[in-house]
Antibody
């Protein structure tokens, strides 16, 4: 089955760190760009970061210098290391597979809550 | 980069059509044919409905269609059905190897 499964979400204090993971299966992971997209409670979608097949990364301005996207093509996995977390980073984080600047496969998401 | 502008809500009766607009700039929608649309039911995962302005993924009914004129893209849902009631988000390539999403539109089937 073609799917993406996120893990690693949870409750973290402001200023803390968290590492999200996404396990891909059912397709040739190494052939695709991958993205992280987040959705704050009751809000819209916001693209966070993406990474191409070779590891080149792009980020939304609000997370630059704090978040790092990475991938392991041998393990079919995608990660998002989140440091210096802020209350406004609270959201469901989705892992998504990219087509030509569209997102054609989404995971179920993992909730990150930044709160004291 | 600013979010694309969508109307907060739209509605129609079963069988009718509803069109949702998505307004950007020449740096995103107007500059590229990489507009996509996503449907999201409450508590569910977003689903790709349209990509590259007009293309439908396999399995998406042909009641869903997309178009673009200048800096504005549109999604039309024809023959509205109860299951079309959901939030819809547009997205565009943002020109700097990034995506920009729309503000979202809640579609209600009356």
């Amino acid at each position: 089955e073609v799917q993406l499964v996120e893990s690693g979400g949870g409750l973290v204090l402001p200023g803390g760190s968290l590492r999200l993971s996404c396990a891909a299966s059912g397709f040739t992971f190494s052939n695709f760009w991958m993205s992280w997209v987040r959705q704050a409670p009751g809000k819209g979608l916001e693209w966070v970061a993406n990474i191409n097949q070779d590891g080149s990364q792009n980020y939304v301005d609000s997370v630059k210098g704090r978040f790092t996207i990475s991938r392991d093509n041998a393990k079919n996995s995608l990660d998002l290391q989140m440091n210096s977390l802020r209350v406004e980073d609270t959201a469901v984080y989705y892992c998504a597979r990219e087509g030509a600047w569209h997102l054609d496969l989404w995971g179920r998401g993992t909730l990150v809550t930044v709160s004291s | 980069q600013s979010a694309l502008t969508q109307p907060p809500s739209a509605s129609g009766s079963p069988g009718q059509s509803v069109t949702i607009s998505c307004t950007g700039t020449s740096s995103d929608i107007g500059g590229y044919n990489y507009v996509s649309w996503y449907q999201q039911h409450p508590g569910k995962v977003p689903k790709l409905m349209i990509y590259e302005v007009t293309k439908r993924p396999s399995g998406v009914p042909d009641r869903f269609s997309g178009s673009k004129s200048g800096n504005t893209a549109s999604l039309t849902v024809s023959g509205l059905q109860a299951e079309d009631e959901a939030d819809y988000y547009c997205s565009s390539y943002g020109g700097r190897k990034n995506y920009v999403f729309g503000t979202g539109t809640k579609v209600t089937v009356l």
